[in-house]
């Protein structure tokens, strides 16, 4: 079993339909990431968060730790908003960066 | 800023030939980060270096690779012998600490395509 797990693997939707994307990871972490891979292959990191919530435009990140879920929701989705959805944690050795990613979830969203 | 700066940004070799690929990162952050992108496996960290020096190398396949960051603005990672089972996507990112031992985001630059024939 993966450290980390996302769901669903593969989203289509509508243009302006509300989108969740989920992670879960079974290790103590000391954040976790979410990063978008366009179609160009290209990374961005869209968020990176420990508790809470984050909000960024129209994406919004939420993680439970108790639970050891994450999830990623966009509103007003649009065509552009197509691409590889990619959730990575960071466990809680002190002071070692390393990510451990999930295998992504690949949105698109039809006009 | 120009981002992270990888080159070459694609490469085609054959079998048994030594790769070098190049990384410059963003200029102030003082940790990089070499990933590899395969459909099979998705990404994963090969190695990263802080202040320079390796960190954790525990993603280094085998032997054949090397990592290397001889100063804050320059790192390169070798493939000696090339084999086609390496072919995949290569991403260096870097980052800087955010203080008090918390970490920042990853910035990640373009990629480089490596084919091995």
């Known amino acids: 079993k993966n450290e980390v797990e996302q769901s669903p693997q593969n989203l289509t939707a509508q243009e302006g339909e509300f989108i969740t994307i989920n992670c879960s990871y079974s290790v103590g972490i000391s954040a976790l990431h979410w990063l978008q891979q366009h179609p160009g292959g290209g990374i961005v990191s869209l968020f990176m968060?420990?508790?809470g919530k984050k909000k960024h435009g129209r994406l919004i990140a939420t993680i439970n730790i108790q639970e050891k879920h994450s999830s990623l929701h966009i509103t007003a989705s649009h065509p552009r908003d197509s691409a590889v959805y990619i959730c990575?944690?960071?466990?809680?050795?002190?002071?070692?960066?390393?990510?451990?990613f999930g295998t992504g979830t690949r949105l698109t969203i039809i006009p | 800023d120009a981002g992270v700066i990888q080159s070459p940004r694609h490469e085609v070799t054959e079998m048994g030939q030594e790769v070098t690929l190049r990384c410059k990162p963003i200029?102030?952050?003082?940790?990089l980060f070499w990933y590899r992108q395969t459909m099979m496996r998705g990404l994963e960290l090969l190695i990263y270096?802080?202040?320079?020096?390796?960190?954790?190398d525990s993603g280094m396949p085998e032997d054949r690779f090397s990592a290397k960051m001889p100063n804050a603005s320059f790192s390169t990672l070798k493939i000696q012998p090339s084999e086609p089972r390496d072919s995949a996507v290569y991403f260096c990112?870097?980052?800087?600490?955010?203080?008090?031992?918390?970490?920042?985001?990853?910035?990640f630059g373009p990629g480089t395509r490596l084919t091995v024939l």
């Open positions: 968060l420990s508790s």
């Open positions: 990575a944690v960071r466990t809680s050795n002190f002071g070692n960066e390393k990510l451990t």
């Open positions: 990112a870097s980052s800087f600490p955010a203080g008090g031992g918390a970490y920042n985001e990853q910035f």
């Open positions: 200029s102030g952050h003082n940790s």
């Open positions: 270096f802080n202040n320079n020096v390796p960190i954790d």
